[in-house]
């Protein structure tokens, strides 16, 4: 039996003209639409006229979900994948769905189109020749703060996205970790009526929404830091560098060598620490 087509189809993260020919044809030709938010995901097939069933596939779901759909496309359906707005597997659980296409040998197809961190990358004015995606911080204090270290120490653009409830304190703890002068630019509600883009430092940045009576809409934050020196790199965070190799299955002397590399440490020193804190190899 001929297995079906999983299409990863990008769909618009504002704007709803923002959509290629070749995603509307999908749309109207797949067997089923599996959707992040059918509820936004209705408003633009309504909106293009498609008629199509909908089937909700989100964090929540999709573990009921991952064998209705698999036995779909083995069934030789097709079925079109959107996340809640802009491209499938960007902070979204899209990709398990993918991977389980993949070991069943079912063919997965993208679909190419709006990305709200690619968006924001091109308005920021930055050179992101190379850039870092981060996806959402994570909601704990003491963590979010690390992975600013982290993201401190790596010395080049990182994008973040953020809700609007947590914007000015994620710019305070940006001051706090990499400097008030650390340049950033935030984009507010991307592609829809009120966006806006300010190219200023952290600083800045976190004084005019001090300002602002209320903040609403969507939010990608860039930020641009200047390296980490490696004096100010603790054990504790040289540990966890080594580790983190050890985990993708480097030996003890590999991890401690590309942690060395990376940050232009000693690479006796490293070693040192791997000897003491890492726990494989």
């Known amino acids: 039996m001929n297995c079906g087509k999983l299409m990863i189809v990008a769909?618009?993260?504002?704007?709803?003209?923002?959509?290629?020919?070749?995603?509307?044809?999908?749309?109207?030709?797949?067997?089923?639409?599996?959707?992040?938010?059918?509820?936004?995901?209705?408003?633009?097939?309504?909106?293009?006229?498609?008629?199509?069933?909908?089937?909700?596939?989100?964090?929540?779901?999709?573990?009921?979900?991952?064998?209705?759909?698999?036995?779909?496309?083995?069934?030789?359906?097709?079925?079109?994948?959107?996340?809640?707005?802009?491209?499938?597997?960007?902070?979204?659980?899209?990709?398990?769905?993918?991977?389980?296409?993949?070991?069943?040998?079912?063919?997965?197809?993208?679909?190419?189109?709006?990305?709200?961190?690619?968006?924001?990358?091109?308005?920021?004015?930055?050179?992101?020749?190379?850039?870092?995606?981060?996806?959402?911080?994570?909601?704990k204090q003491a963590a979010r703060r690390r992975e600013l270290e982290e993201i401190r120490e790596k010395g080049i653009p990182c994008v973040i996205y953020e809700s609007p409830n947590r914007i000015l304190k994620t710019l305070a703890e940006v001051c706090d970790v990499c400097g008030a002068d650390t340049p950033v630019c935030v984009c507010r509600e991307l592609t829809k009526l009120h966006e806006e883009s300010l190219r200023m430092t952290a600083g800045q940045a976190k004084d005019e929404f001090e300002r602002r009576d209320a903040v609403k809409g969507e939010f990608v934050l860039i930020i641009s830091p200047e390296k980490g020196c490696a004096e100010d790199l603790t054990d504790e965070r040289i540990a966890r560098e080594v580790n983190k190799r050890l985990k993708q299955g480097m030996t003890k002397k590999f991890a401690a060598a590309d942690v060395a590399r990376e940050y232009s440490l000693p690479k006796n020193r490293v070693y040192g620490i791997a000897l003491v804190n890492g726990n494989r190899k």
């Open 11 to 139: 769909t618009p993260i504002g704007n709803l003209g923002d959509i290629t020919l070749r995603a509307l044809e999908a749309l109207k030709e797949a067997d089923m639409i599996a959707a992040e938010d059918t509820r936004r995901t209705i408003k633009l097939l309504n909106h293009y006229e498609i008629q199509n069933k909908l089937l909700s596939f989100h964090e929540y779901s999709k573990e009921t979900r991952f064998g209705e759909i698999i036995d779909a496309l083995q069934a030789g359906k097709t079925v079109a994948l959107v996340s809640d707005a802009g491209t499938p597997m960007i902070s979204d659980p899209g990709y398990e769905l993918v991977r389980r296409c993949i070991a069943k040998g079912i063919d997965v197809e993208s679909l190419p189109g709006a990305c709200a961190a690619v968006a924001a990358v091109t308005l920021s004015g930055m050179d992101c020749s190379r850039f870092l995606f981060w996806g959402f911080l994570s909601p």
